[in-house]
């Protein structure tokens, strides 16, 4: 694996049974994502992109081929090996933000530290800065319910970040949310990619968010079916 | 330590459906107690009058014959013995009260020898000693029915055919776990009566012999040596210690034992069903939630650490509700006054208190082991898919 790849999927595929039938989701994948790429998959329902992000994530695993992540083979890792490598390396951002309606702004953002060997001052700094990143310093002690989707979406993307993981995955982050705040979420995705050079795996239905990404994947039944830069997109599109 | 918060806040997130687990567990634990209680104190006052080398001498018949006033001199007599006393039972009824208290005709200036943690003042007993028709009676009956030193106290004889016409002389105080309700008075005001019916045939009636031993000797030995000294008599004694002679009135309760132990354990089996079904609607609305901890790296130990530590907590909450609650309640509030007699006294023992909590831990324990092994073997995929 090259020393600047971040992801690399080496004919990967995947398959559920149900009932004893064998239903391929992915099949023969091949994928390099360098370090600092900010890559958007795309594709029709049921096309295996949630699957896709999944396995990079660390969340399932492929029944066959190997999924590298910083040059580690998360096919062998044990269950609670993956756990804690999940905790140390990747953020999560998902559609409906999920944090945890109980914890006010600045606890759900420290939530993931408390995993890491912090003290209780140091997570609360660490967490601060995090929401200040994300322009919610002042909303600290706010709970979910007292704010909008996008400032829920910020706090996720503040947990997402806090403990500075050098993968983002991102599924669907604009999904529930109106154009604004989309847009805002777009600009934050974007600041993380361009000035932190965090590598971005996100999901997405919205032509508009993945026109921010630097690349584009379009996956169609499990099978790669389109790779190109955001130029080679724009110009294939006629768009300059 | 550092979860607490999180596992505090959970327990708080539907206030309603922990408050009414916690009061489940609380009423449930309350009333387990009160049974189990029932059964303890017995044994409890039997355990603590050990230390009190006390016998009790009755007739090998039983309550219903009476041993001979002889036998207190005989008994007396001995040189193991500090002080010994006729403690006859009058059963007397004291104005319109339904349920009779204990009365006995006593030494007076024996029986505070005996039962020497009865206080009462020199003073006090030096006018019961010299008045023939005096009585001394406990400080929560005084108390209860308003009654001072120098007042009257008739009571109405429905065992024997006479009444007694007595007059306070003294207020005694006890420990607690004593009856701070008794009334005692000189024997031989019974005597006197009972010479006067009957063409005086009841006469010398001790009912049971009352003894403190000195310290040190051997009550068993000295029990069978006073039964020995009698057995050839008209009334051979079965003389006991006093904790043996309290311990055989719980005995008395028999099956009634086993059968509040069985619906105490019924209590705790259905307390567990209750408190593992609210844990488990509980985790059931959090389902998201678990899979999002998991995937940002919460590992399934860590869960299930969570789930059960709240678990447990509710149940625990319920237990000091319940137990330690029930115990405070009947130090502060004397129950005994409204069970018509049936009680002199009635208190949670620590060990029945410490019983309770740690039935609820049990049961916090038992009940959030299944939603607990659940959450931690949630699959994150199939936790997120709920919603994402």
């Known amino acids: 694996m090259s020393d600047n790849l971040a992801i690399q999927l080496l004919n990967v595929s995947k398959e559920y049974s149900r009932n004893s039938m064998r239903i391929p989701v992915l099949q023969g994948l091949n994928l390099d994502v360098r370090q600092g790429e900010f890559l958007a998959l795309m594709g029709p329902s049921g096309s295996g992109k949630t699957t896709l992000l999944n396995l990079i994530a660390g969340l399932d695993r492929a029944t066959s081929g190997d999924v590298n992540v910083d040059g580690l083979n998360l096919s062998q890792l044990s269950e609670s090996q993956l756990t804690r490598w999940r905790a140390d390396h990747i953020g999560f951002i998902f559609q409906m933000y999920n944090l945890i309606p109980v914890m006010t702004a600045q606890e759900n953002v420290e939530l993931p530290l408390l995993l890491q060997p912090v003290s209780r001052s140091e997570r609360r700094k660490r967490a601060a800065t995090a929401l200040k990143i994300v322009g919610l310093d002042g909303r600290e002690d706010h709970y979910p319910r007292q704010l909008s989707g996008g400032q829920e979406q910020r706090v996720a993307i503040a947990r997402a970040i806090v403990t500075d993981p050098a993968l983002i995955v991102a599924d669907e982050p604009t999904g529930d949310l109106d154009r604004t705040s989309a847009e805002e979420i777009l600009d934050l995705l974007d600041t993380l990619h361009r000035d932190l050079d965090k590598t971005i795996v996100m999901v997405t239905h919205d032509p508009q968010a993945a026109s921010r990404a630097s690349r584009l994947l379009r996956l169609d039944k499990g099978q790669l079916v389109g790779d190109e830069t955001q130029a080679q997109a724009k110009s294939r599109m006629g768009v300059s | ?388």
């Open chain 2, 1 to 388: 330590m550092k979860y607490f918060s999180y596992v505090w806040r959970n327990m708080r997130r539907n206030r309603l459906r922990t408050c009414l687990t916690i009061g489940s567990i609380a009423i449930s634990l309350f009333l387990m107690m009160i049974m189990l209680s029932f059964l303890s104190v017995n044994q409890n006052v039997s355990e603590s009058l050990k230390g009190y080398n006390r016998i009790i001498a009755m007739s090998s018949q039983g309550f219903a014959t009476a041993v001979p006033i002889r036998f207190v001199n005989e008994v007396a007599q001995m040189p193991e013995v500090v002080a010994a006393s006729p403690l006859s039972w009058y059963g007397g009824k004291y104005q319109e009260e339904v349920m009779p208290f204990a009365q006995f005709g006593i030494y007076p200036d024996k029986i505070l020898q005996i039962w020497d943690e009865l206080e009462l003042p020199d003073d006090q007993k030096n006018a019961f000693a010299s008045d023939p028709s005096g009585c001394v009676i406990g400080f929560k009956m005084a108390a209860e029915r308003n009654i001072k030193i120098g007042d009257s106290m008739p009571l109405k004889g429905t065992i024997y055919p006479f009444d007694l016409n007595l007059t306070v002389r003294g207020i005694y105080k006890s420990p607690p776990d004593r009856d701070g309700r008794m009334l005692m008075f000189n024997w031989n005001l019974l005597e006197e009566g009972l010479k006067q019916e009957f063409q005086g045939r009841q006469a010398g009636n001790a009912g049971t012999v009352f003894a403190k031993i000195k310290p040190g000797g051997d009550l068993a030995a000295f029990c069978r040596k006073v039964d020995a000294a009698t057995i050839n008599s008209d009334t051979p004694t079965r003389t006991q210690t006093e904790d043996a002679f309290v311990a055989q009135f719980a005995e008395l309760w028999g099956d009634m034992r086993t059968m509040i132990s069985a619906v105490g354990l019924a209590v705790v089996v259905s307390l567990v069903f209750v408190s593992g079904n609210a844990m488990a609607m509980a985790l059931r609305e959090r389902t998201t939630e678990i899979a999002v901890l998991k995937a940002i790296g919460f590992t399934n130990g860590k869960i299930l650490g969570m789930v059960l530590t709240e678990s447990i907590l509710v149940a625990l909450m319920g237990g000091i509700v319940g137990a330690l609650g029930c115990k405070l309640l009947f130090d502060v509030f004397d129950v005994s006054p409204y069970t018509a007699g049936a009680l002199p006294f009635f208190f949670i023992p620590w060990q029945t208190a410490l019983l309770g909590l740690g039935s609820s831990l049990m049961i916090g324990l038992v009940s959030g082991l299944f939603p607990a092994v659940a959450a931690a073997r949630l699959g994150v995929i199939q936790g997120l898919r709920k919603v994402v």
